[in-house]
């Protein structure tokens, strides 16, 4: 895996926030089914487009939909999609249907924003986005994928650290569609809600009161659909859904207690 009449931000912002979007779109792309050569223990990558579409909890900050550039490579070691990382570990296998799967991953996270992005981050200090990197353990069975990463803020700019848990399970309609419904929770720390979600003293206004963040919890609900031509050309449509943790609902900075984003995709690979 914004505004009310927001004026249009300046280049870095645009950027960042263009990077964040393709991300969220790559993210879909982790279970789409393998092709022969990663079957048969090799390389693969592919190439595509997306559209995505994203409503965020910042106040009058309208949806945005970008149509993106999708980019993906995997071998037996790493697994690259845009600027997310995983380095894969050995494996533990539990028994012939169970096994549990480590990596260390690095992600970039492009929750930062400027002052222009909405009218209520007028006077604001520019939040900036950062990168992410952390462990991740995947045990997978015959009923559920069931997942757990830890990860922090290694760019220094919120200090934050988050810890997720999510559970999924694909199922396959015929040979060519696949249907993956999932559940997660993700626990942020008071540092990253405190840094995008707070009002400092020299922030305030008639409008936005002084706001220490809190940690919270925020939950998630998503299904993802994959429909393939062939082993070559396949597309999706991703939908989620969070529900915000208190420390971000109760932010004056925030109007609303979900954001959600739906994606569209077609990936080639090669």
């Known amino acids: 895996m914004h505004r009310t009449e927001a004026k249009a931000p300046c280049v870095s912002t645009s950027t960042l926030s263009l990077v964040g979007l393709i991300l969220l779109a790559m993210a879909q792309l ?20 997306g559209v995505m579409s994203e409503k965020t909890p910042y106040a009058g900050r309208s949806r945005e939909t970008d149509v993106l550039p999708l980019i993906q490579y995997k071998n037996d070691y790493i697994e690259v999609l845009g600027p997310n990382l ?14 549990l799967n480590f990596s260390i991953v690095g992600e970039f996270d492009g929750s930062g924003y400027e002052d222009d992005d909405a009218d209520i981050l007028e006077g604001m200090d520019e939040r900036k986005s950062g990168f992410w990197a952390g462990g991740r353990v995947v045990w997978s069975n015959e009923l559920v994928d069931v997942s757990a990463e830890w990860l922090g803020d290694v760019s220094g700019n919120s200090k934050g650290q988050r810890l997720g848990l999510g559970m999924e399970r694909t199922w396959h309609i015929g040979n060519d569609v696949m249907i ?4 997660g929770a993700n626990w942020y720390d008071k540092k990253y809600v ?3 979600f707070g009002v400092r003293s020299d922030e305030v206004r008639a409008d936005r009161a002084a706001y220490d963040g809190k940690s919270g919890v925020n939950a998630e609900v998503g299904v993802r659909g994959v429909y393939m031509f062939d082993r070559k050309h396949s597309i999706f449509a991703d939908v989620e859904v969070s529900s915000l943790g ?6 004056p900075l925030v109007d609303r207690s979900t954001q959600n984003n739906v994606t569209f995709g077609y990936l080639y690979r090669f």
């Open 30 to 49: 982790y279970s789409l089914p393998a092709s022969a050569d990663e079957q048969d223990g090799g390389s693969s990558w592919g190439l595509g487009v």
């Open 86 to 99: 995983a380095i894969k570990l050995p494996s533990l296998d539990i028994s012939d249907s169970q096994s």
């Open 180 to 183: 993956t419904p999932r559940l």
């Open 194 to 196: 405190d840094y995008y």
């Open 246 to 251: 208190s420390g971000i609902k109760d932010s």
